[in-house]
Nanobody
Framework: VQLQASGGGLAHAGGSLRLSCAAS????????MGWYRQAPGNLRELVAT???????NIVDSVKGRFTISRDNAKNTVYLQMNGLKPEDTAVYYC??????????????WGQGTEVTVSS
């Protein structure tokens, strides 16, 4: 199982970016998916999660600006980031809890995609 993230880049403050992350491999079911971020010198922190049925959890620091969604048919999770601020600058990692066809359940991480917001 692999997670492939894309969509990072450079944005000005107030701008928008959309991140995508697709899970692939020998997958039976993808359960909760989410996004985390790690700024330089900081620990990795939760940004948002979404269950298979669409229940979301978004941290207060991005609530109202970021939206998490998913396409279950494509095993893909998205993070729409609007109203970006310089403090959103970080490497963003996607995460998924996957039940493989081998009936083994495990947590997987994407490779990270860099988001830089200039003031």
């Amino acid at each position: 199982v692999q997670l492939q993230a894309s969509g990072g880049g450079l944005a000005h403050a107030g701008g928008s970016l959309r991140l995508s992350c697709a899970a692939s491999g020998s997958i039976f079911s993808v359960n909760t998916m989410g996004w985390y971020r790690q700024a330089p010198g900081n620990l990795r922190e939760l940004v948002a999660t979404i269950t298979k049925t669409g229940n979301t959890n978004i941290v207060d620091s991005v609530k109202g600006r970021f939206t998490i969604s998913r396409d279950n048919a494509k095993n893909t999770v998205y993070l729409q980031m609007n109203g970006l601020k310089p403090e959103d600058t970080a490497v963003y990692y996607c995460n998924a809890n996957v039940l493989a066809r081998s009936w083994r359940s495990a947590e997987y991480w994407g490779q990270g995609t860099e988001v830089t917001v200039s003031s």
